[in-house]
Nanobody
Framework: LQLVESGGGLVQSGGPLTLSCPAS????????IGWLRQSPGKERQIMSR????????NYADSVKGRFTISRDNAKNTFFLQMNSLKPEDTGIYYC???????????????????WGQGTQVTVSS
């Protein structure tokens, strides 16, 4: 599975940005997916994740109500819509995936099987 993020960039505080992650090499149907952020001086954190069926989503407390994760299995792509961005949202965002093999579980830092190359998001104050 190959993942390639796009959509990062420089945005003013309060502005929106949408990240996309089209996948190739396999279909996303049997993968748990998420968005991971690496911010300067902070540990990596999964900011948002979504189940293979899209029925379950989770968000880090710091982005709840502002970020929305979604997936389009027909297009083999998933997204992160980010609204009301804050300077502390600055970082490199990675789309990540875990192969489920028919199981149902949520992706965690320890369970990531595949990473995108990362896209820089910079929020200016």
């Amino acid at each position: 599975l190959q993942l390639v993020e796009s959509g990062g960039g420089l945005v003013q505080s309060g502005g929106p940005l949408t990240l996309s992650c089209p996948a190739s090499g396999n279909t996303l149907d049997d993968y748990a997916i998420g968005w991971l952020r690496q911010s300067p001086g902070k540990e990596r954190q999964i900011m948002s994740r979504i189940s293979s069926s899209s029925r379950s989503t989770n968000y880090a407390d710091s982005v709840k109500g502002r970020f929305t994760i979604s997936r389009d299995n027909a297009k083999n792509t998933f997204f992160l819509q980010m609204n009301s961005l804050k300077p502390e949202d600055t970082g490199i965002y990675y789309c990540v995936a875990e192969y489920l093999g028919g199981c149902q579980r949520k992706i965690t830092l320890a369970s990531v099987d595949y990473w995108g190359q990362g896209t820089q998001v910079t929020v200016s104050s």
